[in-house]
């Protein structure tokens, strides 16, 4: 049987960088399922995000369905017929509502008991006609948080439909959704090739983004980026390469840019500039363990100077504001930061964050017994069971809730605590996020 690969392009406006997975998670059930029930599979499904565009291949889909036989249960051979065989009320019912003659009625035994059936021919349907149906049907029945309206057709989706592509071989398929029909064109990079691009097929697709400033696959954007990194790396420099590949999906043509620190005194521990670098979508740069006064921009397409202007003014006003809040909480003594807890709700029946870490208190106590935790073990527990949530209350944390365990342990040092208790403060919160980096400490880990 001849097949043909789909293509499905979904263009949109800037779309935020969780939008990629969120959504073929969700799409990818609807369609499959689609396909199984009208008689069709594909050999594989290719997903490839940008920020202003889906794109869904399915390869070796049939082009029409096979032609079949199904078989219809009608009532009991007993009730559809006379004890002389003549057909009743019931034979001429069912006969009329499959729109057969009574003759044509045909018996079968089914767990020993004899039934009326009939045979129909399922003819063959074009797989196209199938397609414009599963697809539009697939993209409303996909979960969307915090999705929008922007036309009368009150469709809803991560943000405004602009043009959807949908070729199944050489063939439009004539899909609608948001008020948008499916046509054979796409549109290049925003600002480098802002032309509207006629596709052919899949093959012709992929050629003519590529040169057109789009490159679709997130893997040889994140490959792109760290290339174009090293090459900008002096002597004895390097970089996290997670956090360069995390801003692949704000990029379709990324270009990396090296910008310099603002000239301002500050006195901000490292992990604070590196937090407050990383929330800036920019890149820290570490020479020896510590952060250059340089850091590196992934732009979409444009290596401009007002780029590196513009992140450096930002960058300028985040750390000015950080620098306040950092000074603000070294103006109290961390031990006061408790009596401010008292006034941050935990929960309505459970109290405040201060009660939160009264109870912590008392079950570490317990916890240390049960591990048999040694004394000075157990005094650094339970010390740091009692600090480990001040850091709730402080600016820092307020403007950077990233921060919080990493500000605690900061202040603790500050104001004398030992290394092994800071060290607890700094690691119980882990992992914060999926994939994140796990305890070490111990007592952190039972914390």
């Keep these: 049987m001849k097949k043909n690969h789909l293509l499905l392009e979904i263009g949109c406006e800037d779309l935020p960088d969780w939008a990629g997975k969120h959504f073929i998670n969700r799409f990818e059930p609807f369609f499959l399922e689609g396909l199984k029930q009208n008689k069709l599979e594909a050999r594989e499904i290719m997903f490839f995000f940008t920020p202003r565009r889906f794109i869904i291949l399915a390869k070796d889909i049939p082009v029409h ?19 002389s065989g003549m057909p009743g009320p019931a034979a001429h019912g069912f006969a009329k509502a499959q729109g057969i003659k009574v003759s044509s009625l045909k018996t079968k035994q089914i767990n020993g008991k004899k039934f009326v059936y009939t045979s129909k021919v399922i003819p063959s349907i074009n797989s196209i006609k199938i397609l414009s149906k599963i697809i539009p049907f697939s993209l409303q029945k996909t979960d969307i948080p915090r ?29 609608e959704f948001g008020g948008i029909k499916a046509s054979h064109y796409t549109f290049g990079h925003r600002f480098l ?52 590949e995390n801003l692949a999906n704000l990029v379709e043509y990324p270009c990396v840019i090296r910008c310099h620190f603002p000239d301002l005194q500050y006195n901000l521990p490292q992990d604070v500039l590196k937090i407050i670098i990383e929330k800036a979508r920019c890149i820290p740069i570490f020479c020896q363990g510590r952060i250059q006064p340089e850091f590196f921009v992934v732009s979409d397409g444009n290596s401009g100077a007002d780029i590196s202007k513009n992140y450096e003014n930002l960058l300028r006003t985040r750390i000015l504001d950080a620098q306040f809040f950092y000074d603000s909480d070294l103006s109290l003594p961390f031990y006061q930061f408790k009596e401010k807890l008292e006034k941050i709700i935990f929960h309505p029946r459970w109290g405040s ?21 040694t004394d000075e073990e157990k005094n ?67 914390l």
């Design 65 to 83: 369905t096979q032609k079949g036989e199904k078989e219809i249960i009608g009532p009991r051979y007993e009730v559809a017929f006379t004890s």
């Design 193 to 244: 090739y802002p032309k509207k691009i006629s596709v052919r097929n899949w093959k012709d697709y992929f050629d003519r983004i590529e040169k057109a400033f789009v490159i679709p696959d997130e893997q040889i954007r994140q490959t792109f980026i760290i290339k174009l990194i090293n090459k900008s790396l002096k002597e004895n420099e390097i970089f996290n390469k997670t956090v360069a």
């Design 380 to 446: 650094i527990f339970i010390r740091a069971a009692e600090l480990s949530k001040y850091d709730i209350a402080s600016e820092m944390v307020k403007e950077f809730p990233d921060l919080q365990g990493t500000m605690g342990a900061i202040y603790a040092d500050i104001s004398g605590e030992s290394r092994q208790v800071c060290t607890a403060i700094a690691q119980h919160i882990l992992p914060r996020f999926y994939n994140d980096s796990m305890p070490e400490d111990r007592c952190a880990i039972l």
């Design 147 to 175: 999705g929008m309206r922007w036309n009368q057709s009150n469709e809803i989706f991560y943000r405004p439909v602009r043009w959807i592509l949908a070729l199944f071989g050489n063939n439009v398929v004539p899909v």
């Design 353 to 373: 964050i201060a009660d939160r870490v009264d109870r912590l208190v008392k079950i570490a106590s317990i916890v240390s017994d049960i591990f048999n935790l």
